[in-house]
């Protein structure tokens, strides 16, 4: 575990552990979902990255640059390979301060993924909050698409309200693969806050977000801002206490339904994402 601090901030990182947040406090009060002691898969911790894609991919079946892709399943109990390679693997400290730290994992071409990259995560604090940056290089010697995000979770209480702006949201069937977009208040009206509590599931990507949200709790307004992030994914399981707001790069299902971005050899793709507190 490795610790850093900045005035009212604390972050906890788990490298060994996807590269994953562990926890995130401000003045002591949790700003992310605290991972349990002894947990050992990332959907337990606070947050984690998502790299070299986000989200699902159907079957894992795609096609890129004329040829036929397969990917195996990457998690008990789903159909589609979610979340990229990144969450599954041991993540390197390159370097570390007591204010901020390099992670890096590097993969080499295989069933996961058949192409190579080095994913870098830099995560820093200062008095005004977290910002944590994730980049994608392509070390293969031929072109690679490439997505990345964040999935942040958020601790959820029922004054908990979600607020920010979108232009659409896209629907998806029961294996929560996009389907149709419509208008972005087809499940709540975000623009005005709206309560994360709700009777049933959203998992819904929502497109053309203004990079960035509030959440308004009983003791804090926490801002999430997102750069190079033109999808915010939201996540509220019923009766968790927890709900997601996700900042990627890529719709779910992005290399089947829209154009990939692609990463010559050498090339970088790198997004970011804030977490600040308003102060009174």
Not at 21 to 45: F, W
Not at 115 to 128: F, M
């Amino acid at each position: 575990m490795l610790h850093l601090d900045a005035g009212d901030w604390t972050v906890a990182l788990q490298p060994e552990l996807g590269g994953t947040i562990a926890a995130l406090t401000y003045q002591g009060r949790d700003i992310l979902r605290p991972t349990l002691a002894g947990a050992t898969n990332p959907l337990e911790t606070a947050c984690f990255p998502l790299v070299p894609y986000a989200n699902r991919i159907a079957d894992g079946r795609f096609m890129f640059a004329g040829e036929s892709y397969v990917l195996p399943r990457n998690m008990a109990g789903q159909d589609h390979p979610l979340h990229g390679v990144g969450w599954l693997r041991v993540w390197d400290v390159d370097s570390s301060d007591a204010v901020s730290a390099v992670l890096v994992h590097t993969h080499g071409s295989d069933a996961n993924w058949p192409w190579s990259y080095r994913a870098e995560q830099h995560v820093s604090l200062d008095e005004t909050g977290l910002r944590v940056s994730l980049s994608v290089q392509n070390t293969t010697d031929r072109a690679m698409p490439a997505g990345l995000g964040f999935h942040p979770y958020f601790p959820a209480a029922d004054d908990t309200c979600l607020r920010f702006d979108a232009g659409s949201v896209w629907l998806a069937d029961d294996a929560m693969l996009p389907t149709e977009r419509i208008g972005a208040t087809h499940f709540a009206d975000w623009s005005k806050g709206e309560t994360v509590v709700r009777p049933s599931l959203i998992d819904n990507a929502y497109e053309g977000w203004d990079k960035e949200a509030t959440i308004a709790t009983l003791d804090d307004t926490i801002t999430l801002t997102g750069e190079g992030t033109p999808y915010l994914h939201v996540f509220t399981p019923p009766g968790l206490g927890f709900f997601c707001a996700e900042p990627v790069s890529d719709m779910p299902n992005a290399l089947n339904l829209a154009d990939p971005v692609i990463l010559a050899p050498g090339e970088t793709r790198t997004i970011a994402m804030s977490l600040t507190v308003a102060r009174g």
